[in-house]
């Protein structure tokens, strides 16, 4: 007898790396609870993915989620999308304090979402990552290298909308968050111009930084959910129903997953 009572479906967090944790100072990780708090009202449980560095407990991580959320944080190391950078703009990169290891990580997290087909949200870093697992350049720092750019990090406003970013008529996030202009919030000195191969931008703001991304039409059958977006909503998710949403879409593919789990299970 089939169970048709579907379970909440498992989204895998990254979460960020610190020199020193509160424990014993050792190197650890952290996550925002805003990240947790956004995911779980969407109806999803969120969960910490965990720092190691073996590739098949990562894959075992995502078979067994449903989803996964790449977070902000540090810079990625800039070797891994250009070969040499200005010296005064590699002073502007603060990568993870852990040698290149998140990164590693969470492009394995990428690779293996598209080897399962699982949903994927990737915000800020994660965006910016999404765009290098693929062989995208990066803006290593937009007032270095894209002079009369935005403030795209204003200090203390993490959590306002604090510019507009007009989006493409007719893509997911358009049709998501039901706007054709979408007020968002902005918290970095990278970014992408240029979409790498398989991907589209859907979003930008005036001075050309892209937003958000989305797999082109021709590849997006390939997974069931799948966005990049460089702003944060999960900081904006409890105020602003646009924002909201992108969480409610995630979680909700996610969810189709966990169906097809649990009447595997139960078949």
């Not at 892209?210 to 021709?218: H, I, S, Y």
Request: hydrophobic share 40%; aromatic share 4%; proline share 6%.
């Amino acid at each position: 007898m089939l169970n048709f009572m579907a379970r909440q479906p498992l989204i895998l967090v990254t979460p960020s790396v610190e020199k020193r944790g509160v424990e014993f100072h050792d190197l650890s990780t952290s996550l925002s609870v805003k990240y947790e708090m956004a995911v779980a009202r969407a109806g999803g449980i969120p969960m910490a993915a965990p720092a190691v560095e073996e590739r098949a407990l990562l894959a075992e991580c995502v078979r067994r989620a449903d989803g996964v959320l790449l977070s902000g944080g540090d810079d990625i190391q800039p070797s891994l999308y250009i070969k040499t950078l200005p010296p005064a703009v590699r002073r502007t990169v603060n990568p993870p304090p852990d040698g290149g290891k998140r990164d590693w990580r969470e492009l394995v997290l990428i690779d293996e979402c598209f080897r399962q087909h699982k949903s994927l949200l990737a915000i800020c870093r994660g965006h910016q990552l999404l765009q290098v697992a693929f062989g995208g350049r990066l803006v290593a720092d937009i007032r270095s290298e894209a002079r009369g750019a935005l403030n795209h990090n204003p200090r203390g406003r993490e959590d306002e909308i604090v510019h507009e970013a007009p989006l493409t008529e007719g893509s997911f996030l358009s049709k998501i968050t039901g706007k054709r202009i979408l007020g968002v919030n902005s918290s970095h000195h990278q970014a992408v111009l240029n979409p790498a191969g398989p991907f589209t931008a859907t979003a930008r703001t005036r001075d050309g930084i892209v937003e958000a991304m989305e797999l082109k039409p021709e590849a997006a059958g390939c997974m069931p959910f799948l966005m990049g977006v460089q702003f944060h909503p999960e900081r904006l998710a409890d105020r602003h129903a646009e924002h909201r949403a992108i969480f409610s879409r995630f979680i909700e593919a996610a969810s189709e997953n966990a169906r097809h789990e649990s009447q595997s299970s139960d078949s």
